[in-house]
Nanobody
Framework: VQLQAFGGGLVQAGGSLRLSCAAT????????VAWFRQAPGKDRDFAAA????????YYADSMKGRFIISRDNAKNTVYLQMNNLKPEDTAVYYC??????????????????WGQGTLVTVSS
């Protein structure tokens, strides 16, 4: 399965934005998906993950309570709703399919096959 993130843009601090991760491939509904982000000059960090059915979710501590991951398997799409955005949320956001299954919550290394990310810029 191939994933493509889009929906980024410029938003003021305190605002909201919803990212989408569109999938191609017949096996989308059978794989977990995670969002990662990479701020300028920094390593790529895990943000959130969702199981194949959507019944399980997992968040990095800094995203808990502000970000919501969801999916619509009928539309082959995973979403990341980002609320109360902060300037430190500025980053390129990527989505990736789960390639290995170590249990839940998943390991960051369970995900890969990076596609093109989408830039989110939060102004202060």
């Amino acid at each position: 399965v191939q994933l493509q993130a889009f929906g980024g843009g410029l938003v003021q601090a305190g605002g909201s934005l919803r990212l989408s991760c569109a999938a191609t491939g017949r096996t989308f509904g059978s794989v977990g998906v995670a969002w990662f982000r990479q701020a300028p000059g920094k390593d790529r960090d895990f943000a959130a993950a969702i199981s194949s059915s959507g019944g399980l979710t997992y968040y990095a501590d800094s995203m808990k309570g502000r970000f919501i991951i969801s999916r619509d398997n009928a539309k082959n799409t995973v979403y990341l709703q980002m609320n109360n955005l902060k300037p430190e949320d500025t980053a390129v956001y990527y989505c990736a399919p789960q390639r290995y299954y170590s249990g839940w919550p998943p390991l960051e290394t369970d995900f890969g096959s990076w596609g093109q990310g989408t830039l989110v810029t939060v102004s202060s």
